[in-house]
């Protein structure tokens, strides 16, 4: 006999913007949604805090790719995203430093781009539009992979899987790719640097990921007026005004299971049924926390101690009182020993001479900060927790260390200017924000954590998965995609128990007759 008909509720841990992204989804299929959320506000990581002094920060991501996908979400919802948020195009879309010599100010013109780059390397130049026109046919014949679920290891041979294997160069890194258009190892950077989104390195990040730094020419880097919490709370408002019910200040406690199925989630002591549950947080933290380790076979405790992970940040937030000069809305200094600093932080080393970046929003959103004032955010990729730093006695050597950094960039005063400063190292991403080992940009992306290899989005019976430790990965626009298959999946298995009931039923008495 089948197990009793589940709520037709679904419950979703998290308000981040997969949470948020399959919530609305599924409340356009008539589907009832609650949201359980542990902090005061919705994004996750994605949302803009404010802090004394009237300065705002955005915590995590600090710009927006690729907003198709998001753009389509809103769109089946009825909705129009321009009309709940304004994305603003940057250009110079980033001002690249690099240290050793040179500087590129990023740009979508390509004319221009390539004036840049041949102040660097004029043979380089030359390639610009070939790199770009291979990485358009290559995001082509991938883009239907990434928009698969990843089930069985049938579908690594799905057609679409095969019809783009010849364009991956799997076995190829970032870097070795570029090489093929790129002699100069700064311009390669240029293109290259990107692979930090995934908090991994371009030389031994698979090449596939090249499509990362095309995606900004050729679609834009976009700027949320507000910050990028704006794009959350319009997504979140959406959400509400299709009847989601979306619980703040409300961390769920554990999956509840019967018989090898969820049927809902423990939160604040309460028991709230659930026909499906969706998990929408860092993956290793909400595995050990919220699912039995006996309903996860394929990723028990030992496999996730042993998962690679990527690397963490130390973070700055800082409000600064006068001008910043000539600072650009996105700047990276690329360090003079780029290849050993990223191999000192896989290394579980601090690196001494760091690259960083650095956020002044406040060049096209004056909303961020006071007149007068701005609101500054600083990166800087270190080693996650597995490495054993003891960042209670490192932080304070380390936040010199940026500050110093930020002299390379002309911010030779800024110290006593500080009027606001909060700091997050690797410990903070663990402890403040559920960041499993601090590594703030989930599972890494190498080749046997991908597709298949990669936690799948129908994660166990009535459990379901959305976030960048699920396919497909990382990075705003990929979750948004990945929440599109997590609620393709669900509301699939979800018209199959149905059927399976309907056959199940006996049929009815004729009329005049008894049932027996």
């Known amino acids: 006999m089948p197990n009793p008909a ?49 300065y705002k920060f955005d915590i995590g991501p600090t710009f927006f790719l690729y907003p198709r996908v998001l753009k389509d979400i809103f769109e089946a919802c009825g909705e129009r995203l321009e009309d709940h948020v304004e994305l603003r195009r940057l250009d110079p879309q980033y001002h690249l430093v690099f240290e050793g010599g040179g500087s590129i100010r990023a740009t979508y013109d390509l004319d221009r781009l390539e004036r840049e780059i041949a102040r660097l390397a004029p043979a380089d130049a030359r390639n610009v539009r070939r790199f770009l026109d291979d990485n358009r046919d290559k995001l082509e014949a991938f883009r239907p992979v990434l ?30 790719d570029l090489k093929r258009y790129f002699a100069d190892p700064r311009v390669r950077l240029a293109f290259s640097f990107q692979t930090k989104y995934l908090g991994m390195s371009p030389f031994q990040c698979p090449s596939l990921f090249t499509i990362l730094s ?34 703040l200040n409300t961390p769920v406690d554990r999956i509840l299971y019967e018989n090898g199925e969820a049927v809902g989630v423990e939160a604040g002591g309460e028991r709230f049924a659930a026909g499906s549950v969706v998990v929408n947080g860092d993956f290793g933290h909400a595995m050990r926390r919220l699912v039995p380790e006996a309903m996860r076979p394929r990723w028990k405790d030992k496999k996730l101690d042993r998962a690679k992970i990527s690397c963490s940040t130390f973070m700055l ?48 959103d004056p909303s961020l900060a006071p007149k007068g004032h701005a609101s500054l955010y600083v990166l800087v990729p270190v080693p996650n927790l597995r490495c054993g730093i003891d960042w209670a006695r490192e932080a304070p050597r380390y936040r010199a260390v940026a500050l110093e950094r930020l002299k390379l960039l002309g911010l030779r005063d800024i110290e006593s200017r500080i009027r606001f400063e909060r700091v997050v190292t ?52 990929v979750i948004y995609e990945g929440a599109r298959i997590t609620t393709r999946l669900l509301l699939e298995d979800r018209e199959r128990r149905r059927a399976g009931q309907d056959r199940a039923k006996p049929a009815a008495a004729p009329v005049g007759e008894a049932a027996v």
């Not at 703030?440 to 430790?469: D, E, I, K, S, W």
């Open 426 to 477: 690797p410990r903070g991403w663990q402890d403040e924000f559920a960041v499993f080992e601090g590594a703030t940009f989930n599972l890494a992306h190498n080749l046997t954590q991908m597709l298949y290899f990669r936690p799948h989005n129908r994660f166990g019976r009535n459990v379901y998965l959305v976030g960048g430790g699920t396919h497909p990965g990382s990075g705003l626009p």
């Open 214 to 247: 095309f995606l900004e020419y050729e679609h834009g880097v976009f700027h949320p007026m507000g910050g990028c919490g704006a794009v959350s709370e319009a997504m979140a408002n959406v959400a509400r005004r299709m009847g989601v019910d979306i619980r």
């Open 147 to 176: 928009e698969q679920a990843f089930s069985s290891p049938a579908d690594l041979f799905s057609p679409a899987m095969l019809a783009a294997l010849p364009k991956l160069r799997p076995f190829s890194s970032v870097d070795g």
């Open 6 to 54: 589940p709520s037709p509720q679904v419950a979703i841990v998290g308000a981040g913007p997969g949470g948020l992204a399959s919530a609305m989804l599924l409340a356009r299929e008539g589907i009832p949604v609650t949201i359980f959320e542990r902090e005061p506000a919705v994004g996750g990581r994605t949302r803009t805090i404010h802090a004394p002094g009237g």
């Open 317 to 364: 937030y800082l409000g600064i009182e006068g001008d910043l000069g000539d600072l650009a809305h996105h700047t990276i200094l690329l360090s003079k020993e780029y290849e050993r600093n990223i191999h000192e932080i896989t290394n579980g080393i601090l690196p001494e001479e760091p690259s960083i970046y650095v956020h002044h929003a406040g060049v096209t």
